[in-house]
């Protein structure tokens, strides 16, 4: 019951955050604003999800994760449930930095829980468990809402996920048992820095903290142009955007499955530059404008690469700090949704100025080199550690 409740916990912030990336066409008709500015939503709620991590690690390392998570999906809950009532845009944007900023204390709180209660022999796998909730939120939020936002609007849409992520938040409430802290000493910024000191002085913080952010805001950043990049291509709109993203989730998905299988065969830093090399070439292929049917295909590609390398760095991160875990996995998420803020702004200025083919290839480019770039880095560290 208790993973099942972790579950859960995924489920809540891939459905309060990641419904709205299909829904970029109809909001900026509805609200009346340029397609570039509603694609702000995703850097709205990014950016404040990355602040919060320096801050939300440390406490619940020192008052407990548990209570972190609950209320986190609380205030997550009552953000979306305000989004669907949202009068104007710019009152949409400030709710989802609230929910944006609430939704930073869940998951990457209840992976660093999962790794206090999992053996490190166990553990990759376990997260790649839990992360197939989020992919499955994902999946349902943004095929859901590309597919019913034509029969009942988007606000009704947005109104489902919020008691959607009001039910796990019940659940939460409900099934985390209260965590057991031993206090060393009061709780104090100069300690939180102290703590974050001692995980940096390990070299692979510095390889899974400099990737992170360049690998997340080249994918996850394409998210909410997919609609607007379709619709250039003559090649739909919302709905198959839904399909779209939603196929990249489930490409997450077929490797989570496949995961133990994949662990047998392939070191971790083969994964990084094996995931590189298909999250690149995807990217590539959505850039020749295929019809959206064969996107679909692309797109589980796209996941499917993705995951390899972002569980990979998962378990890295797991390994940096035995008594910061939360605080490590804190600043992972920081870096990573940093790059989710910055990724929408870049390609909100790169698409207009050269086209989509030119920004995709660029960004391919780029993931390429850096997988390649940190799998050397983590083989080289792995050798002076023997």
């Known amino acids: 019951m208790l993973f099942f409740t972790f579950l859960l916990c995924g489920l809540a912030s891939a459905v309060a955050n990641r419904t709205f990336d299909p829904l970029t066409l109809v909001l900026a008709q509805d609200f009346a604003v340029p397609v570039t500015t509603v694609a702000l939503i995703a850097s709205a709620t990014y950016l404040p999800y990355a602040l919060v991590q320096p801050v939300f690690g440390p406490i619940g390392d020192h008052f407990g994760k548990d209570r972190v998570i609950k209320i986190a999906l609380w205030i997550c809950a009552l953000g979306t449930l305000a989004s669907a009532f949202a009068p104007a845009f710019w009152m949409l944007l400030v709710l989802r930095v609230l929910t944006g900023g609430a939704s930073g204390g869940i998951i990457p709180v209840t992976q660093a829980l999962i790794g206090d209660l999992v053996k490190p022999a166990e553990r990759q796998i376990t997260i790649a468990r839990f992360t197939m909730s989020m992919i499955l939120g994902q999946m349902a939020g943004s095929a859901g809402a590309g597919l019913l936002e034509a029969w009942i609007g988007w606000r ?116 990084i530059t094996c995931g590189a090399l298909l999250l690149s070439a995807s990217l590539v292929l959505f850039a020749a404008g295929w019809h959206w049917t064969v996107q679909i295909g692309i797109f589980l590609l796209f996941g499917f690469g993705w995951f390899m390398q972002h569980n990979a760095f998962q378990y890295e991160v797991s390994e940096l700090s035995q008594e910061y875990r939360g605080s490590a996995y804190s600043m992972h998420a920081f870096f990573f949704f940093t790059g989710q803020f910055l990724g929408p702004l870049a390609y909100g200025q790169l698409i207009p100025r050269f086209g989509a083919p030119f920004a995709l290839t660029l960004a391919a480019a780029i993931i390429l080199m850096a997988g390649i770039a940190s799998a050397i880095a983590f083989s080289t560290l792995s050798r002076c550690a023997q």
């Open 156 to 271: 009704a849409v947005i109104f489902g996920c919020g008691v959607i992520v009001t039910f796990c938040a019940l659940a939460a409430t409900r099934n985390i048992p209260r965590q057991v802290v031993t206090q060393k000493q009061p709780f104090s910024i100069a300690q939180v820095i102290a703590n974050y000191r001692t995980i940096f002085r390990n070299p692979r913080a510095w390889v899974c903290y400099t990737t992170t952010p360049i690998v997340g805001g080249m994918s996850f950043g394409l998210l909410p142009f997919i609609s607007p990049i379709l619709a250039g291509q003559g090649n739909g709109g919302s709905r198959e955007a839904g399909f779209i993203i939603a196929a990249q989730a489930l490409g997450s998905l077929l490797l989570s499955l496949t995961l133990p299988l994949i662990l047998r065969v392939m070191s971790r830093p083969a994964m």
